[in-house]
């Protein structure tokens, strides 16, 4: 049974930081490309951040780049997403995505909220 679980998020504050984790398993995490996506109120899914299966090559949003990273330990089937100096424009439920040709599998989300 392929899960998907997302966990990590909470409310902080303008500036703060936070580590999302989305726990993999019930297939091969290391075959997988891997996502983060969020979702605002009243606002399409958008793709935040990318992680090769192969090199681990990343890419990023604009409106993210140089403040979230992205990254996977595949001997421990986990992806992170760590987000700094966070804004309030980042308040979303973020989900987690693994990718491998036409399959795609998502987690639950888990929910950010950025406020003083």
């Known amino acids: 049974q392929v899960q998907l679980v997302e966990s990590g998020g909470g409310l902080v504050q303008p500036g703060e930081s936070l580590r999302l984790s989305c726990a993999a398993s019930?297939?091969?995490?290391?075959?997988?490309?891997m996502q983060w996506y969020r979702q605002a109120p009243g606002k399409e899914r958008e793709l935040v951040a990318g992680?090769?299966?192969?090199?681990?090559?990343?890419d990023y949003d604009d409106s993210v780049k140089g403040r979230f990273t992205i990254s996977r330990d595949n001997a421990k089937n986990t992806m992170y997403l760590q987000m700094n100096n966070l804004k309030p424009e980042d308040t979303a439920v973020y989900y987690c995505?693994?990718?491998?040709?036409?399959?795609?599998?998502w987690g639950q989300g888990t929910q950010v909220t950025v406020s003083s």
């Open positions: 995505k693994a990718v491998r040709g036409f399959s795609a599998y």
């Open positions: 019930g297939f091969t995490f290391s075959s997988f490309g």
């Open positions: 992680v090769s299966s192969s090199y681990g090559i990343t």
